[in-house]
Nanobody, 128 residues
Framework: QLQLVDSGGGLVQPGGSLRLSCAAS????????IGWVRQAPGKERGGDLC????????KYADSVKGRFVISRDNAKNTVFLQLNALEPEDTAVYYC?????????????????????WGQGTQVTVSS
């Protein structure tokens, strides 16, 4: 059974940091492109960043560029999302998502519709 497990969320003050993890079981994560998608209260899911299956290509939305960093550790079958300089507007449920690309291993897409496998989500709340 293919499964993604998100963890690492919590309550943090503005300007703080968190590190989210996305651990895979039942499949080898290094064959998959990974994205992090978040859903704020009352809003639709939106993708902000992704990493290709090769790990050589990353894409960041302007809203998170310079603050968030996506990385992968294939030996641990895990992808990480480092959240820095958090703002109240970053409050959301964060989901990792995976897709096995049919094309280049040096490509990923932040569109949630691109992904076929999803974690259960982890809550990040930024508040003083």
């Amino acid at each position: 059974q293919l499964q993604l497990v998100d963890s690492g969320g919590g309550l943090v003050q503005p300007g703080g940091s968190l590190r989210l993890s996305c651990a895979a079981s039942g499949f080898t994560l290094d064959d998959y492109a990974i994205g992090w998608v978040r859903q704020a209260p009352g809003k639709e899911r939106g993708g902000d960043l992704c990493i290709s299956s090769s790990g050589q290509y990353r894409k960041y939305a302007d809203s998170v560029k310079g603050r968030f960093v996506i990385s992968r550790d294939n030996a641990k079958n895990t992808v990480f999302l480092q959240l820095n300089a958090l703002e109240p507007e970053d409050t959301a449920v964060y989901y990792c998502a995976a897709v096995r690309p049919t094309g280049s291993s040096n490509y990923c897409n932040t569109n949630p519709a691109y992904y076929t496998h999803w974690g259960q989500g982890t809550q990040v709340t930024v508040s003083s």
